[in-house]
């Protein structure tokens, strides 16, 4: 059964940064494309970024320049750099993987069934 866990969300003043990880199982680590949706309190849910098999990466308009999603390979993680975090970046973070042979977009991802229980990313002065 796919499992994937994130951690390293937390409070944050705005301008600084966090790194979120995801520690995805073995047999879907890489079976598709693999990002970060959030969803603050009382709001939808939207993609935020996500990283190909070939590394090349997508982003949505509002963190591009500040977030960074990168993988390791070999440890089977998916990372979310965030950096100059904003009060609007507040929200549960999730990864989520979307397999092969099904469109990889920003809008699918939050769809996808195959994510993390999420970690809590708090901006405030």
């Known amino acids: 059964q796919a499992q994937l866990m994130e951690s390293g969300g937390g409070s944050m003043q705005p301008g600084g940064s966090l790194r979120l990880s995801c520690s995805v199982s073995?047999?879907?680590?890489?079976?598709?494309?693999m990002g970060w949706f959030r969803q603050a309190t009382g709001q939808g849910r939207e993609g935020v970024g996500y990283?190909?098999?070939?590394?090349?990466?997508i982003y949505r308009d509002s963190v591009r320049g500040r977030f960074t999603v990168s993988r390791d390979n070999s440890e089977n993680t998916v990372y979310l750099q965030m950096n100059n975090l904003q009060p609007e970046d507040t929200a549960m973070y999730y990864c989520?993987?979307?397999?092969?042979?099904?469109?990889?977009?920003?809008?699918?991802?939050?769809?996808?069934?195959?994510r993390g229980q999420g970690t809590q990313v708090t901006v405030s002065s």
């Open positions: 073995r047999d879907v680590y890489n079976s598709g494309c």
């Open positions: 990283i190909f098999r070939d590394g090349s990466t």
């Open positions: 989520a993987v979307i397999p092969w042979g099904r469109p990889c977009t920003l809008r699918t991802l939050p769809e996808s069934e195959i």
